[in-house]
């Protein structure tokens, strides 16, 4: 369960729908999020396939997975933390993420202590093509939405719709309440929220093949719907056990105190303590407030990262890492024990301060105990040990956190920016942001993601002569730190003006050739996605000579009737399409005609109807 080199997951296997079923809705938080892994999850949650497969590399295939999730995800973030886009991509991809990331900024709760959106989970409903039925899956991890190489847990419980309301499930609807207060009401946004609500409350996830004999979902800082860890069978202080192992990257002085054996006194006598947090926490702690603790951190040659070959190169590529999993465990007398695991690190934040979700699994010790999670993390060969046991100094000191640089970012973004976009008279566009001028400081610079044009953080901002394909929502940050470093973030601003001919410029700007449409199209119509893109390659279209449509549209004729026998459903996809590309466009025009032929051919036959996806839309 615990074994590093045999129980990796996949997080595109995670997100994947089983077998005959489709994405049908899905709300994901994380506090930080990374664009680029947010179009390969579009991989995984659209096509069901791997997000390392070929789909990746092919802007095709990667616009027709964004169209497949796109008013049907949600992903609320932690405002301000989107990191820089670091790949080639256009940025085009991005903009059409838009209307899908939500950034959450929680109020002060004293002077300048701005508390974290910090959870970490997945809610998904799935459908079947076939027969309707609707599945959830349930994704409580540590793993933020980037690519990040550091070691993160997850627990994941499948469900099905029942005809009662679960109280298992209340704490997960009252989670997404909470979130729906972060969303326009009647917006697309909205709608999947408040759906996901009603249908998780009669959701019974299941635990059979496990020897969990029940779970907790354990939100914490949503105001009175808040789960309550004073009350809870491990934290309350009157609580008895005889072992606990804490696993936190990010650790608190006066949380790890709390199991040291100097506020509970007789309960934790006899108890064994074990802490496995990363080095540069150690100099919050003393003997004073952990010294009954056995305190582990990774090796520092695990930590500098696993080397690896980089694909077509033959240089290595040191890729870092470190702990990040979030993970409690308590065991009473040798059979009872519960492991807390999800987005909160034993630290002052995570307890009382910052938006949190967890999840509870109590089972025997046999199966989910500390010991068992010890023996699977520290490997019985020392060598092979990831982990070194690590001594206190009494002379601690908290590290420089760089707290002004972070303290300014997040006055930014609660700094009630906006954005209005209007067309000047050479039908270009101008940009105009405002921000409050009592949350904005000195030294900010500020760049929209499609055009690095810096200008420094003002009251108010012009940015001139912008053309319709480079307006977003999405700005790069940039601040110098107390060391002269650069701090780069990208922050969303809601607009205003953008028109909505941009997202048809993004389609026409991809799709800019026959051969490409018909790509596009062949993959709404086949099943098999990765051999379509295969087989678009071994036409090499990259420079525009794929050549004749003769090759072309048999094959696309030949699964158009296909689809008009088992899969109507498709025909909406090419409809909607169609929408989206420009109503003089050439490159639309010729594949019109065909598929005009071909539903007159049907119907003449007598099954158009299946076919014509505008009578049915």
């Known amino acids: 369960m615990f074994n590093i080199e045999q129980d990796r997951c996949d997080y595109g296997r995670l997100l994947a729908p089983p077998e005959g079923f489709e994405l049908a809705i899905a709300v994901a938080t994380t506090y930080s999020l990374d664009l680029e892994t947010l179009t390969l999850a579009a991989i995984a949650l659209g096509y069901g396939e791997d997000t390392e497969s070929i789909l990746k590399d092919n802007p095709v295939s990667m616009l027709n997975a964004l169209r497949k999730i796109m008013n049907k995800v949600v992903i609320f973030y932690e405002a301000g933390r989107i990191s820089v886009p670091s790949s080639k991509r256009t940025s085009n991809f991005y903009q059409l993420l838009e209307k899908m990331t939500i950034p959450v900024t929680l109020l002060a709760d004293n002077g300048n202590n701005y508390p974290s959106f910090h959870p970490k989970m997945w809610l998904i409903c799935y459908k079947n093509r076939e027969s309707g039925e609707k599945r959830c899956r349930f994704l409580v991890m540590s793993r933020n939405l980037t690519f990040d190489r550091s070691w993160d847990v997850v627990v994941g419980l499948d469900g099905v719709l029942t005809k009662k309301k679960q109280k298992r499930t209340l704490p997960i609807v009252l989670f997404l309440h909470f979130l729906r207060n972060f969303t326009e009401e009647g917006s697309c946004t909205y709608r999947i929220v408040d759906s996901l609500s009603k249908l998780v409350s009669t959701v019974s996830f299941s635990l059979e093949g496990t020897k969990i004999t029940d779970f907790y979902v354990i939100p914490l800082g949503i105001g009175k719907n808040s789960y309550n860890l004073s009350n809870d069978a491990w934290f309350e202080e009157s609580s008895n056990f005889h072992e606990v192992v804490i696993m ?47 305190i582990y951190t990774m090796k520092d040659d695990v930590v500098k990262g696993e080397t690896e070959l980089s694909d077509g190169d033959t240089s290595e590529v040191i890729r870092m890492q470190d702990i990040h999993a979030k993970m409690l465990f308590f065991r009473k007398n040798n059979c009872l024990s519960s492991v807390y695991i999800g987005s909160m690190n034993a630290s002052h934040n995570g307890l009382y301060r910052n938006v949190e979700l967890d999840i509870r699994l109590d089972c025997p010790n046999s199966y989910l105990g500390p010991d068992k999670f010890l023996a699977e993390v520290f490997s019985e060969n020392q060598s092979k040990n990831p982990f070194e046991l690590r001594t206190l100094e009494d002379d601690t000191k908290q590290e420089d956190m760089n707290n002004d640089v972070d303290l300014k970012f997040k006055k930014l973004c609660r700094a009630d920016a906006i954005a209005t976009v209007s067309k000047q008279e050479d039908g270009l566009f101008t940009i105009r942001l405002k921000f409050n001028p009592s949350m904005i400081s ?79 199209i062949s993959l709404i119509l086949s099943d098999d996605k990765v051999q379509c893109v295969l087989e678009s390659c071994d036409h090499s279209y990259g420079e525009g000579q794929w050549g004749n449509s003769i090759i072309v549209k048999p094959a696309i004729y030949e699964r158009m009737l296909e689809a008009s026998l088992h899969h109507w459903e498709r025909f909406i996809e090419i409809e909607d399409l169609m929408k989206m590309l420009p109503d003089n466009s050439p490159i639309q025009g010729e594949f019109k005609k065909l598929y005009d032929v071909f539903c007159k051919a049907l119907k003449h036959k007598g099954c158009g109807r299946e076919c014509n996806a505008k009578n049915r839309a």
């Open 442 to 520: 000195d030294g900010i610079m500020i760049s929209p993601i499609s055009k690095n044009i810096q200008k420094p953080i003002e009251q108010e901002i012009i940015f001139k002569s912008f053309t319709l394909l480079e307006l977003t929502e999405y700005y790069q940050i940039v601040l110098v730190d107390s060391g002269g470093n650069e701090v780069r973030h990208v922050f969303q601003i809601p607009t205003q003006g953008i028109p909505v001919e941009r997202d048809k410029q993004i389609y026409n700007s991809i799709l800019d050739s026959k051969e490409k449409l018909y790509e596009y």
């Open 248 to 294: 936190s990257p990010f650790i608190s002085a006066d949380v790890i105190s709390l199991f040291n054996n100097e506020i509970r006194g007789k309960h934790l006598r006899s108890c064994k303590r074990t802490l496995i947090t990363r080095a540069s926490e150690l100099s919050k702690l003393s003997s004073k407030t952990a010294g009954n603790f056995d």
